[in-house]
């Protein structure tokens, strides 16, 4: 099952998108998505793609960063959402004082990521993006559903050894692969394991917040 091309192409595209949104309004949706985003191109360059040139390289090593820090505050709105949902009627005013801390620590973190993405870097980011566009460098018949499927059996299944650190790893090698597989033209074998990834990903998610 081949690659289809407008998906490599949208995946750069869609990351260009999200860096204006995260410059301009860091809310959390945005800063999901652009973490979101960051990770796909990532898994393309580093994953499909035949090799990373310099630029590529330094690409990387830039989003990687960026994420760090724009991880930092979807940190705290994860917090905050699960504080919001949580009932405490006999301690309303706990809630509220744990509410400000939160949003206080938040302001302080998004800051930070603001002045990272910064008009000249996000200028630099987008140079880059454009290059390793149109550089990148996929093998021909490459089979996106495949090599999804061999980063998930290339995992260790050991029931005895389940804990934090591995279902982790689980969820993070979960979202790779899922990433992989969304690069296929659309066919059902794919639309299956793309489903079955995603239900993964989900469970281990709500079980780590």
């Not at 995260?22 to 800063?31: D, G, Q, S, V």
């Not at 790893?169 to 296929?184: D, P, T």
């Not at 995603?198 to 079980?207: A, K, P, S, T, Y």
């Amino acid at each position: 099952m081949l690659l289809a091309q407008e998906n490599i192409h949208s995946t750069f595209t869609k990351l260009n998108r999200q860096l204006s949104k995260l410059a301009t309004k860091p809310a959390p949706e945005n800063i999901h998505r652009f973490r979101t985003s960051s990770r796909r191109v990532e898994v393309l360059l580093g994953d499909v793609a035949r090799k990373c040139n310099r630029n590529d390289k330094k690409l990387l090593k830039l989003l990687g960063r960026l994420r760090k820090k724009a991880g930092r505050v979807r940190d705290l709105d994860t917090q905050a959402a699960a504080l919001r949902s949580l009932r405490m009627p006999q301690e309303p005013v706990r809630k509220s004082q744990l509410m400000r801390v939160l949003a206080e620590e938040r302001s302080k973190r998004e800051k930070k990521l603001l002045k990272a993405v910064n008009k000249k870097a996000a200028a630099e980011l987008r140079r880059q993006l454009k290059r390793a566009s149109n550089g990148i460098d996929i093998p021909k018949n490459s089979d996106p559903v495949a090599l999804a499927k061999q980063k998930i059996t290339a995992l260790p299944l050991d029931a005895s050894a389940v804990s934090e650190k591995t279902l982790h790893r689980f969820r993070i090698a979960g979202k790779r692969a899922r990433y992989i597989a969304e690069l296929a033209a659309k066919d059902p074998e794919a639309i299956r394991l793309i489903e079955q990834l995603r239900h993964m990903q989900d469970v281990i998610g709500d079980w780590h917040d």
